[in-house]
């Protein structure tokens, strides 16, 4: 089991990272939560979560203790997947999720996509009492600035599975409404939203 992976980064983009380390430079998928904590960074260290299925390893990598926490528990809910379980976790961040599943905001996290009605409410269900029964610090959200923010946000959205033609189309309804986005875990959100609509 990798419990961290701490060293340069390599390169880095809204969905993964490459964090070189004695000479190995490790592809770990992260959310856009993580993404906004490390983007101005040079080196990191990162939680991972080790996932191996029969054909494919796949490194995830966290910023905090609370993120994989429920990174982990997402994917054990029946039909939440890893690749989903992202996708929640860079729909909103940690608090925002936390608040959605205490607070049975079933519509919240069917915004999110890949999760529809009954995926919802079983993600409710069975994650409520877990998240009332922990305490996890309430992480804060940084606003990057960026000179690439739409090419972050299109490149994000194409990895997590949006076909680009729908994404450029998405981005175009977010910035018509919104001119002075200034980091793209904003623009990103607003675009998702658009989609799911």
């Known amino acids: 089991m990798i419990t961290y992976v701490k060293g340069s980064l390599a390169h880095k983009n809204p969905s993964f990272v490459v964090i070189e380390t ?3 430079g490790y ?14 960074a040079e080196s990191a260290k990162l939680l991972t979560h080790f996932h191996v299925k029969e054909d494919q390893q796949t490194l995830y990598g966290f910023f ?5 926490t429920f990174f982990r528990l997402l994917i ?8 989903t379980a992202l996708v929640v976790l860079s729909s909103m961040n940690p608090e925002e999720f936390r608040a959605a599943v205490i607070g049975e905001d079933v519509a919240a996290i069917r915004r999110v996509k ?21 305490s996890f610090a309430s992480p804060t959200m940084l606003a990057p600035e960026s000179n690439t923010l739409r090419a972050e946000a299109l490149s994000a959205l194409v990895n997590l599975g949006f076909a680009r033609p729908a ?3 998405a981005l175009n309804r977010v910035f018509a409404a919104q001119s002075n ?12 939203r658009e989609l799911s609509s």
């Open 22 to 24: 004695g000479g190995i």
């Open 27 to 40: 592809h770990i998928n992260v959310s856009l939560y993580t993404y906004t904590k490390i983007e101005k």
């Open 64 to 68: 905090d203790e609370t993120e994989r």
């Open 76 to 83: 054990g809910v029946n039909g939440v997947g890893p690749s």
């Open 114 to 134: 890949g999760i529809g009605p009954k995926t919802a409410q079983r993600i409710i269900l069975d994650l409520k009492d877990k998240m009332l029964k922990e």
């Open 167 to 169: 994404v450029q189309r």
């Open 181 to 192: 986005l200034d980091s793209s875990e904003a623009i990103i959100k607003l675009a998702l």
